[in-house]
């Protein structure tokens, strides 16, 4: 099966850098994904990583190491937009379909 | 392009009732993945459907089934409502293989009482 780890919550202040790490557990490794939730809003898609390495769209990196079974999201210059909750999740095969197994998110406030 | 769209955004029923919930997935989209996130929690796993039919179901009672129909909407069904089954319950569509990312509706938030 799959689990994944990750912190319940983050406090960091706006401008500032902060890293949502997420350490996971699979039969399989089919790549690790990032989203974002406000409020109990819909869950939208950040990044994907499916090699080691970072990941750059913007403001927001994502960073996966294999070998480690280990990633990170990265959010720079930090606004109080940025406020919610953020899950990574693995898929369950490849690319043949699958569902995608998330963490428990980890909630994250910017404090001005 | 619209998105995903789910209906109704809220719904309150009696416990032991039945309560249906309706996915429309984005145009193109075979998949369509339904999770349940009670208040506080992570995004539950409880059915995939890809071309009208059942792929995968998460840990859930036989009471929570669903269906797909032929132009790729959605239907979940839950009956003998419990009051934890009280819950945001979402729904994304994919495509069959492709890009790794799902793209979630905004959800139907069912409340028993």
């Known amino acids: 099966g799959q689990s994944l780890e990750q912190p319940s919550e983050v406090t960091a202040v706006e401008g500032a850098i902060v890293q949502i790490n997420c350490t996971y557990q699979?039969?399989?490794?089919?790549?690790l994904s990032w989203y974002q939730q406000h409020d109990g809003g819909a869950p939208t898609f950040l990044s994907y990583n499916a090699l080691d390495g970072l990941e750059e769209t913007g403001r927001f990196s994502s960073f996966l190491s294999r070998s480690d079974s280990y990633g990170y999201l990265l959010l720079q210059e930090l606004q109080m937009k940025d406020s919610a909750s953020y899950f990574c999740?693995?898929?369950?095969?490849?690319?043949?379909?699958?569902?995608?197994?998330f963490g428990q998110g980890t909630e994250l406030s910017v404090k001005p | 392009e619209a998105g995903v769209t789910q209906s109704p955004t809220h719904l309150i029923k009696t416990r032991g009732q039945q309560a249906t919930l309706r996915c429309s997935p984005i145009s193109g989209h075979t998949s369509v993945y339904w999770y349940q996130q009670a208040l506080g929690l992570g995004l539950q796993f409880l059915l995939w459907y890809d071309e009208g039919e059942e792929r995968n179901r998460g840990n859930f009672p036989p009471r929570f089934s669903g269906r797909q129909f032929p132009n790729y909407s959605s239907e979940l069904n839950v009956n003998a409502l419990e009051l934890e089954d009280s819950a945001l319950y979402l729904c994304a569509s994919s495509l069959r293989t492709g890009p790794q990312g799902y793209t979630f509706g905004s959800g139907t938030r069912l409340t028993v009482v």
């Open positions: 999740a693995v898929r369950d095969r490849g690319n043949q379909g699958g569902k995608l197994i």
């Open positions: 699979t039969s399989g490794f089919y790549g």
